[in-house]
């Protein structure tokens, strides 16, 4: 049961990765620093949009409109945080 809880954390860590990559790559976007007009980013980005975009849509459905300001990404990065949180303090209940 350990070693399952163990892999729970590694999947959890590597969202928790993805989510910091797609946040920091969309303020490179924003600020003109990364072009989509480039394949390569442009692959990338659309890559990390299709991953995260079921777990963001669900969020935002629930999370008020605050115009130009999007906290999907910090929620979900607080779940992931809590969730951690969680599976460190069971982990060697068993």
Known sequence: MTSLLQILLMILQLVQFIIIAHVIMSWLINFQ???LRQPLVAQIWNGLERLLD?????IRSVLPNIAGLDLAPLVALLAVFALRIVVTN?????
């Open 90 to 94: 069971n982990l060697y209940a068993f």
């Open 54 to 58: 079921p777990i963001y849509s669900r």
């Open 33 to 35: 620093v990364l072009n």
